[in-house]
């Protein structure tokens, strides 16, 4: 811990988030509510054993009617550290 507290990056802001975890058909999902420094996004995360089984999955429309869907899987702009850089 020491360690990494060596290496904090101060010119990014600290990223503050609440994560709540839920169930849904059968899938494990992680939702982020970001409160500083991008207050109001909201990332939905989980994990699939296989490729195959990410490609059949489909988000609930109850959600993509509600909210801005984007992928974002391996994409530098929804890490912590992009988001940090936020002022």
Do not use: C, Q, W
């Amino acid at each position: 811990y020491k360690k990494l507290l060596e290496r904090i990056d101060t010119s990014r802001k600290k990223v503050v988030k609440k994560r709540h975890y839920k169930f849904f058909e059968k899938t494990y999902f992680s939702i982020d509510i970001h409160l500083e420094p991008t207050a109001g996004k909201i990332v939905l995360e989980t994990e699939f054993s296989s490729s195959h089984e990410a490609e059949k999955f489909s988000l609930p429309k109850s959600l993509t009617d509600k909210f801005k869907v984007l992928e974002v899987t391996d994409s530098p702009v929804a890490s912590n550290y992009h988001m940090a850089s936020f002022t």
